[in-house]
């Protein structure tokens, strides 16, 4: 693939964004193609955490055991509702299967590769690109409310800090409220990811569609790709609501939806939307200080400049966008019990988006063995805004021929038929 040729993007979240930007700074012809407007999927209304931190995957060993007796409790963070839903179940099936330790360090390794390089690679982009993205390096607060747990998490700091050299501060007791005084009193302790930051989602979106600007990329917004034409092992063009597209080269990056185009690609991608919601309060006088997470109820908190933002959940509910006010009011029962001030009683928006959940714990970059000419950028699951530069970087590589900056293997999208 050289230089100069074209190259169309399907789908316009952070992951997409990223991808435009590396192909054009390789001097591709880039032309990207978003169903609505820029980073309205999961993109928009995320927690805005940019955490190299997040190494661990959610499976690992005993998470099965830990996990399955809370699905029956009414505030239990992660629901999967009694449907019939092969895909999903087979999914399940297969996380199951990763729940063990050399699987689970296997995707540390990958996730750190991808997440590290991302940090590095936002810190260059924010600043040559001048994103007023409300970056902030404050860190990450995990917080606790009881001693078992804040204590049982230590093992895992213990693992980062000596296989990943993450530094992580302890602050037992009353330490996390002094540390972060919009915490009630009595928590039973926090651990801080100092070299974590955060931004503001549809800010860092909005840094993005002026830099793709700067760089001449063709930004088609209302454009739903509806079909990938595919003749003789290739992709000839793509069929969209506002006409036929051609390309030299296509980049699959719709996220949750990526699997729709399964057929084209040959190729199931065992992505599953993870559903998750936010409620955001803007025009609040006195917002947390740092990104927090309450652990016991996986709730986190992120502050903006005007104001914050409440995020968590997970549902297993298919394509579903419907909002369900039981899920949104976990998420305010959950803020009430951890900080002094509450919540209002109105957010100024309530919002749910699809997490491109991979069982796995890592994302599908790369080519895939039916098509010569397409890449697929998708499954960032529950860090597709931290993992979304190095996401991009090495599709710009792979399509350039250049040698990739992280090792590829791990994301390969077709590694799931072996
Ligand atoms: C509550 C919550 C909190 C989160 N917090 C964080 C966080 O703090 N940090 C973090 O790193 N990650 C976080 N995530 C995860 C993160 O939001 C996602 O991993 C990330 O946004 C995925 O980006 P994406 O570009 O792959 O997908 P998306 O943002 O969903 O973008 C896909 C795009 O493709 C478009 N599209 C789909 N089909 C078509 C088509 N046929 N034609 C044209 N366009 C199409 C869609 O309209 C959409 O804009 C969170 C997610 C949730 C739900």
Not at 125 to 139: F, I, N, P, Q, S
Not at 164 to 170: F, G, H, L, M, T
Request: proline share 7%.
């Amino acid at each position: 693939m050289n230089k100069q040729q074209k190259v169309i993007v399907i789908g316009g979240g952070l992951v997409g964004c990223a991808s435009a930007y590396y192909l054009a700074s390789e001097g591709w012809s880039v032309t990207l193609l978003e169903r609505s407007s820029l980073g309205s999927g999961a993109s928009y209304g995320n927690c805005g955490y940019v955490c190299p931190s997040h190494i661990m995957p959610l499976s690992g060993p005993g998470v099965i055991a830990k996990t399955l007796p809370k699905l029956f409790q009414r505030d239990a963070p992660l629901s999967i509702p009694a449907r019939w839903d092969p895909q999903l179940w087979h999914w399940l099936l297969k996380f199951r299967s990763e729940c063990r330790e050399d699987r689970m360090n296997h995707a540390a390794e990958g996730r750190h590769a991808l997440l590290q390089s991302s940090m590095e690679l936002y810190r260059e982009l924010v600043d040559a690109e001048k994103m007023e993205c409300e970056w902030t390096d404050r860190g990450l607060l995990l917080v606790y409310q009881t001693k078992s747990d804040f204590e049982g998490y230590a093992k895992t700091v213990e693992h980062l800090r000596s296989r990943y050299s993450v530094r992580i501060d302890a602050y037992p007791d009353q330490a996390v409220t002094e540390f972060e005084p919009a915490l009630k009193d009595g928590l039973a302790g926090g651990w801080h990811f100092p070299k974590d930051a955060h931004v503001r989602p549809d800010r860092l979106v909005e840094g993005f569609k002026q830099a793709l600007g700067r760089q001449a990329v063709d930004l088609r917004e209302q454009v739903e790709v509806t079909d990938i034409e595919v003749e003789s092992g290739k992709v000839a063009g793509v069929r969209t609501s506002a006409g036929r597209f051609a390309a030299d080269l296509y980049v699959v990056a719709t996220g949750a939806e990526a699997p729709k185009f399964a057929k084209q690609l040959k190729l199931q991608l065992p992505i599953q939307p993870g559903k998750g919601y936010s409620l955001t309060y803007d025009h609040y006088a006195s917002p947390p200080r740092v990104p927090m997470i309450f652990e016991e109820h996986h709730v986190a908190v992120t502050p903006f400049e005007n104001g914050f933002r409440v995020g968590s959940t997970m549902e297993f509910t298919g394509y579903d966008r419907s909002l369900n006010p039981k899920r949104l009011s976990l998420l305010k029962e959950s803020a009430v019990a951890h900080l002094k001030e509450g919540v209002p009683d109105q957010p100024t928006e309530s919002w749910c988006g699809w997490r491109p959940m991979v069982y796995d714990g890592l994302p599908c970059i790369g080519a895939v063995p039916s098509l010569k000419n397409l890449l697929v950028a998708a499954g960032n699951g529950m860090v597709g805004l931290a993992s979304a530069p190095a996401t991009g970087r090495l599709i710009a590589e792979l399509a350039s021929g250049k040698t990739p900056h992280i090792d590829p293997d791990f994301y390969a999208p077709d590694r799931f038929r072996a």
